[in-house]
Every structure is written in C-alpha cells, then in structure tokens.
C-alpha cells in the first residue's frame, strides 16, 4: 500500500513546522549566532517564496510547451457542428442567426 503524495506532503511540513514552532517558541534551545536565529524565524516565509516561484517557473514551462491536439481539435469542431444541426432540427435559434 503507498501512501498518496498529498500526505507525506504533509507530514514533512507538520514535522518541519512541529521542529521550528518548537525552536522559536523556546520549546529548546540551541547556541545559535543571532544571524542564524534570524535566518530561521523567517525560514517558512522564504520557503513559502521559493516554492510559488518554483510553482509560476512549472506552470510558465507547461503552458509555454503545452502541445496542439490537431486531432482532437477536428473532433470538436465536429461535434460541435453535429450539436448545431441537432438544435437546429429542434428549431433552436442561435444568436448568429438573428442577423
């Protein structure tokens, strides 16, 4: 049995959300120079930053290589001009029509 993407997702930003909470809430402590306790109390906003970027970078990739389905394209003009003549055999008017 796998477990679905979505929950190891999840239980690695609860377990890493469980360890940081833990951290600035002074659950435990740890000698740290200041600059890296900076670094880590702003840590889930910078990697919630990367990962839009990296989502926008993903979706402008797929979107500018998204294939054309000439195929499928004839298909749906077909149908839909096969949906048209139905219509127009139950008497339906289009708005082109009204011209």
Known sequence: MTVPKLFQWLAGVCSF???WLAYVVGYFSVNLRKEYHEIIVVLPLY???SFACYSLAVIGYRVATFNNCEEA???LKQEIEA???DLEKK?????SDWK
Do not use: C, G, W
Request: glycine share 0%; net charge positive; aromatic share 12%.
């Open 83 to 85: 949906a048209r003549k």
């Open 91 to 95: 008497n339906y008017k289009f708005i």
């Open 73 to 75: 394209s004839i298909e």
């Open 17 to 19: 959300m469980t360890v």
């Open 47 to 49: 990697l919630l930053i």
